[in-house]
């Protein structure tokens, strides 16, 4: 009797511990909403700053914001109005929401454009595009806006101690755009559209020409035009083989020290053969 009494009571405690947190955590939340309204209705300006001020410092940005965007009227022609604009501008973004926190930094830079800190939100302004760059993917145009905008940082602050920082997020930006043009070329040679391909990855090539995966690139350019001339009608497959030779060609004298060498060299002596055969087949063909 006593263990199949235990076995009942047991769960009841857990449900009773779990209903009690759940009612505790209701009541701390309804408080401080009440607290909330109590500041935000409190008529002292003056008092909700320093509050504001607590909320941002112990990093309570939800609480802060709203108490920014409540004073900001009384302020708006103080001395004070510049720095509550700065920290209201880093609420959105501490928040998470660069999209907001991007506008705000720009709103800033106009009201206050000799502002000291200046040059700072200005980097922040283009690292909200950056944050808002999603994988590669999906649409990349914040990515190419955050590229745009770090280079003009760089351009405008050419001795900013940020130009370095600037620089690398440029080149993940690339990086990233790089792999969604890879990965789009990289799909039509694995649907079989390999004229597709070929073109893909002639353009992924010469928009990274500096890329480490360059003798990669053309290596699938050699392979999607090979592919492409094995299914070609017969007329024009000779034309198609002396593209692959091209190409493998200018694989050699690109990248004369590539690991992939021996295997465009395939290639090329698969397509210089199959034309040999193409032309023999011709010559035994009747007029």
Not at 129 to 153: I, W
Request: net charge positive; charged share 25%; aromatic share 14%.
């Amino acid at each position: 009797m006593n263990y199949s009494f235990s076995r009942v009571i047991k769960p009841i405690h857990s449900f009773l511990s779990i209903l009690s947190g759940i009612i505790f955590s209701v009541i701390i939340l309804s408080s401080c909403g009440k607290g909330m309204n109590k500041l935000l209705k409190n008529p002292d300006p003056a008092y909700k700053l320093r509050m504001a001020e607590q909320f941002f410092v112990k990093k309570q940005y939800t609480k802060a914001q709203q108490v920014y965007e409540d004073i900001m009227p009384y302020y708006k022609a103080s001395k004070e109005f510049e720095d509550i604009y700065y920290k209201y501008a880093y609420c959105a973004y501490n928040l998470g929401d660069y999209m907001n926190a991007e506008n705000l930094f720009k709103s800033y830079l106009e009201i206050f454009p000799n502002s000291t800190k200046a040059e700072e939100v200005d980097y922040m302004r283009a690292y909200s595009f950056y944050k808002q760059s999603p994988k590669p993917e999906l649409d990349q145009t914040n990515t190419m806006r955050a590229m745009g905008m770090m280079q003009t940082f760089i351009n405008t602050h050419p001795g900013s101690p940020r130009n370095k920082e600037a620089t690398d997020i440029i080149d993940v930006c690339r990086a990233k755009l790089e792999s969604k043009d890879y990965k789009s070329a990289q799909l039509y040679y694995d649907l079989g559209q390999f004229r597709a391909a070929g073109v893909a990855f002639s353009a992924l090539l010469n928009s990274y020409p500096e890329s480490m995966r360059g003798d990669e690139y053309k290596l699938m350019i050699i392979k999607s035009y090979y592919r492409f001339a094995e299914l070609s009608i017969e007329e024009k497959k000779v034309e198609r083989f002396e593209q692959v030779i091209s190409e493998c060609y200018e694989f050699t004298d690109r990248f004369p020290d590539s690991k992939l060498k021996k295997e465009a060299e395939i290639f090329l002596n698969l397509s210089q053969t199959n034309i040999k055969n193409l032309n023999n087949e011709q010559t035994k063909t009747p007029a």
